[in-house]
T-cell receptor
Framework: GENVEQHPSTLSVQEGDSAVIKCTYSDSASNYFPWYKQELGKGPQLIID?????GEKKDQRIAVTLNKTAKHFSLHITETQPEDSAVYFCAAHPGGSSNTGKLIFGQGTTLQVKP | EPEVTQTPSHQVTQMGQEVILRCVPISNHLYFYWYRQILGQKVEFLVS????????KSEIFDDQFSVERPDGSNFTLKIRSTKLEDSAMYFC????????????FGDGTRLSIL
């Protein structure tokens, strides 16, 4: 089945710097890749997603890139702010016969933005 | 903005007891999911549910687990005889169309088994 690996596990940046989180997946049939932000005591909140027919997507300070050949995708946050501090999860939706909408998550990255 | 709601926020139960975790998905959504997150670990898929039946379940979702949509709004997860290792955050999620569409998560129920 699908396996998603996420790096780094922790990331500390200065306010205003950029942050990059990377994920790799194993199932070449996976076709949908969301990113979630989880704040303390809250559920995962979708921040951006990308489909397998697109290489890059941007929403204000957040962007996601997808390399299908290498089977990896990355989250880029520019001009980081203290409120960006949270745990970020990547996920993949397996395609093919397993098409029930389930998501396979990475291990999470704890991002700390220092003022 | 519509949201997924879960109750209770925290459930403490003795080992061997039954628990029911409740979720109210977004009203026009058709696909429903349960995930769990053991403290400090990744979010893990448990089960997907569509058209009043399970469409997929993981290895974690053994005979002790069951799901139900008893009415038009609630979606429940039952653990029949809880074990210590069932202690985790349990998240409900829903999506309008399950096939590679955004999933919206509730804030979870923290289940503590004593």
């Amino acid at each position: 089945g699908e396996n998603v690996e996420q790096h780094p596990s922790t990331l500390s940046v200065q306010e205003g710097d950029s942050a990059v989180i990377k994920c790799t997946y194993s199932d070449s049939a996976s076709n949908y890749f969301p990113w979630y932000k989880q704040e303390l005591g809250k559920g995962p909140q979708l921040i951006i997603d990308i489909r397998s027919n697109v290489g890059e997507k941007k929403d204000q300070r957040i962007a996601v890139t997808l390399n299908k050949t290498a089977k990896h995708f990355s989250l880029h946050i520019t001009e980081t702010q203290p409120e960006d501090s949270a745990v970020y999860f990547c996920a993949a939706h397996p395609g093919g016969s397993s098409n029930t909408g389930k998501l396979i998550f990475g291990q999470g990255t704890t991002l700390q933005v220092k003022p | 903005e519509p949201e997924v709601t879960q109750t209770p926020s925290h459930q403490v139960t003795q080992m061997g007891q039954e628990v029911i975790l409740r979720c109210v998905p977004i009203s026009n959504h058709l696909y429903f999911y349960w995930y769990r997150q053991i403290l400090g670990q990744k979010v893990e898929f448990l089960v997907s549910f569509y058209n009043n039946e399970i469409s997929e379940k993981s290895e974690i979702f053994d005979d002790q687990f069951s799901v139900e949509r008893p009415d038009g709004s609630n979606f429940t997860l039952k653990i029949r005889s809880t074990k210590l290792e069932d202690s985790a955050m349990y998240f409900c999620a829903s999506t309008k169309d399950g096939l590679g569409q955004p999933q919206h998560f509730g804030d979870g129920t923290r289940l503590s088994i004593l």
